[in-house]
């Protein structure tokens, strides 16, 4: 069983004009479907059908996110596993979604719903999937130029409970650990692919989302990005452009609408994509500004407690 991406993010949003605006002028994405209620969107450097699902709502939320398995059979296995270890699960049948085949449903221990899936519909590149031109179309002009879906940042009342339900159930590993006064994880980055995370757990209440992050192309697509911001009005977070010790990535964040952060980063060092290959990177509390906001080597509170 094995997970090749974190591949699709439901949020739901208080206005859903002004936030498929947003995630379109903005950010770069692209409108796949439109029914009552919701829109499907994707991202430019991901050839699926969508990898954003906006459903409107009296709240903004996390609503659920989906990891895409590498075979058919891994459904079942999962179920299986997921079953094993106490969680609730449940089968969605292909075609009640657009775009999205037979799904197995779950609940991590923290309370957040997952959606594993291996049939999507195949849409391709903006371009072409023959002789297509290598400078892509400028559907884009305008925008921060986000990729793809890189993470998903997500709360736990228990950051080591979670990580061992995605270590035992999931096959993913550690990257890097924060390890709290108590010498448990107080924070932990955790990937099941070639980047050093695709999940990222951080302390709150359970279902919590602390961000979604869309990858850049190139670090001068993050500084570019960052002047579109600007240029559209979309307050960006006090540092501006900052550096994660953490990953070593050049980042920024800001609020969609709703008030869902989005981080738009580039740099995650990659990682052997299996499970038990190389030993985690271990911080301490006392170095935690440093590995949070390298240049600043201060904690920003409201960017450590403000969550969705």
Not at 130 to 137: C, I, L, S, Y
Not at 277 to 305: H, I, S
Request: proline share 6%; glycine share 10%.
């Amino acid at each position: 069983m094995a997970v090749t991406k974190v591949g699709r993010v439901v949020l739901t949003v208080t206005d859903l004009d002004e936030a498929v605006r947003h995630y379109t002028e903005t950010m770069g994405l692209s409108v796949t479907t439109r029914r009552d209620g919701e829109a499907y969107l994707r991202l430019p450097g991901d050839q699926d059908h969508h990898n954003l699902v906006l459903q409107q709502s009296d709240r903004a939320s996390l609503a659920s996110f989906g990891i895409k398995m590498s075979d058919p059979g891994d459904l079942e296995e999962l179920e299986l596993v997921a079953g094993r270890a106490g969680a609730d699960v449940r089968r969605v049948s292909g075609g009640e979604h657009p775009g999205l085949g037979e799904a197995v449903v779950f609940r991590l221990p923290s309370e957040h719903e997952v959606w594993a899936y291996h049939d999507i519909e195949h849409i391709g590149w903006a371009e072409g999937m023959e002789n297509p031109d290598p400078v892509p179309e400028d559907a884009t002009a305008g925008t921060v130029h986000a990729q793809r879906i890189d993470h998903v940042a997500i709360c736990a009342p228990d950051v080591g409970d979670l990580a061992t339900f995605l270590t035992e159930v999931l096959d993913f590993d550690s990257s890097e650990i924060l390890i709290g006064p108590d010498g448990r994880p107080g924070a932990t980055w955790m990937y099941c692919t070639n980047t050093m995370h695709d999940i990222a757990v951080v302390p709150g209440p359970g279902a919590g989302l602390h961000h979604v992050s869309f990858a850049a192309d190139s670090r001068a697509a993050v500084i570019n990005g960052i002047d579109t911001l600007r240029h559209r009005g979309v307050p960006t977070m006090d540092f501006g452009l900052t550096r994660h010790g953490i990953a070593g990535v050049t980042t920024t964040y800001f609020h969609d609408p709703s008030g869902i952060r989005n981080e738009l980063f580039f740099g995650p060092y990659p990682t052997p994509g299996v499970p038990g290959q190389v030993p985690p990177v271990e911080w301490e509390m006392a170095e935690f500004a440093r590995g949070a906001f390298y240049y600043e080597n201060e904690l920003d509170m409201a960017f450590m407690t403000e969550i969705t």
